[in-house]
């Protein structure tokens, strides 16, 4: 993990970018935190600079509970190589829509596993340098979208204790035989009315999650409209789960 | 009202019961509260004195809040007088579900219309009592089951200014229709995996509230395990829809 600049916030948080390898990151920590600092790992659906005004607010709640942040670059986002396979995948997917066809599972398939593969690996490698950092190593969450990226993480990776996940359209079926698999405590955001979103198929993988504690958090608001309330319900989920060593 | 008995808890909440004409009910204060102080109808599935220990539990958690919390017995429940339609209702479903046939929207109409015609006028007669009270007088919340007399009282009642429903069973077709007529904000409590509940019925009534602010909450647990953190979202809700005149 390279640091290649630093900032300080209005509120104390520091920001600072890095690259772990050839993927670029951004790590937030907090003016004052309990040592070891717990660290969340901020999801998002790829586009780190689109992406940034709407993650560096997530940080900077999370930085007021006493959490560091992380988040990388997904594949094939960004400035990162594209991938030929996704990009055909995803040609599929708007031609499909465009039609009024039917989204196969095979255009599904082709546009969510590669990226799973993939992205999965990157965060468990992001999360080894993080850990590594002075100062970061409590308790580790996972919060945000990609949800079959979450879903998979939650499974391959036991420093993860708890995750948010941002429910959201095309999961692959392979990920719903995982999501039985996830025992670690859930909180999952659905937006009811995102007209994206295929809220059956939310409600199918929210159904096929073995965790034994799990809460679906539904509410109106359109895609990006998630109100103040539930922002605060996830953090309270985060301050439960992470705090006290992840005893809940 | 008439008030019949009077006790003091032990973290300063009085309780007292009293008669609404021929109905029993309980009304508690919290030892300090703002004057008007808001007040929540607490529903219930009929029984007062089998349901006291969660009723008393609930009530206590408005008190710490500052809010005044009351409840009245059902029609047909407790002491009250039975009713022959609602008994041979529920012989009906009870024969249907001992056989294992569909639970007919003629036998859920039959048990849960008449229980509604009359618990609404009720619930809203109460309301009258309690906002001529000296003291009593803030915004008004209804929090619990049944939810189909929720439903009604939410589009009945203008006072009504926020309400926590439980989700259960049984809702006869013309509630959906008025769900689409309800515009307070909701926060719906669902147990997922609550077996005597039909999930889809009550995903279905969630959909159909008019409210442009709802929020879903969908937790493990079975029928009475709501897990704590449901019940202070629950209660965060009111603190949202209850305080500074209801404004949220």
Not at 166 to 184: C, K, L, Q
Request: proline share 7%; no cysteine; hydrophobic share 45%.
């Amino acid at each position: 993990m390279h640091f290649t600049s630093e900032r300080h916030l209005d509120d104390g948080v520091v920001e600072r970018s890095f690259t772990l390898g050839e993927i670029p990151g951004i790590l937030w920590t907090p003016a004052s935190a309990p040592a070891p600092t717990p660290v969340i790992l901020l999801g998002h659906p790829g586009g780190l600079d689109t992406m940034y005004p709407r993650l560096v607010a997530r940080a900077r709640q999370s930085a007021a509970q006493g959490f560091a942040a992380a988040t990388v670059e997904l594949p094939g986002s960004g400035d990162r190589p594209r991938s030929a396979v996704t990009d055909e995948a995803r040609a599929d997917l708007r031609r499909a829509l465009a039609a009024g066809e039917p989204v196969t599972d095979d255009i599904v398939d082709r546009l969510v596993l590669p990226l799973v593969d993939q992205a999965v690996p990157e965060w468990q490698a992001t999360l080894d340098a993080l850990l590594a950092l002075p100062g970061i190593g409590g308790p580790v969450g996972y919060s945000g979208g990609v949800i079959s990226i979450g879903t998979r993480l939650a499974v391959a990776e036991p420093r993860v204790e708890a995750a948010v996940l941002f429910a959201g359209s095309f999961v692959p079926r392979a990920i719903y035989e995982e999501a039985r698999h996830v025992t670690i405590p859930l909180h999952v955001l659905l937006q009811w009315d995102d007209k994206g979103n295929d809220r059956q198929a939310a409600l199918d993988l929210f159904d096929a999650f073995g965790s034994r504690e799990k809460t679906l958090n539904a509410n109106m608001g359109g895609h990006t409209g998630v109100p103040q309330h539930a922002g605060d319900a996830a953090a309270a989920f985060f301050e439960r789960h992470l705090k006290r060593g992840g005893v809940s």
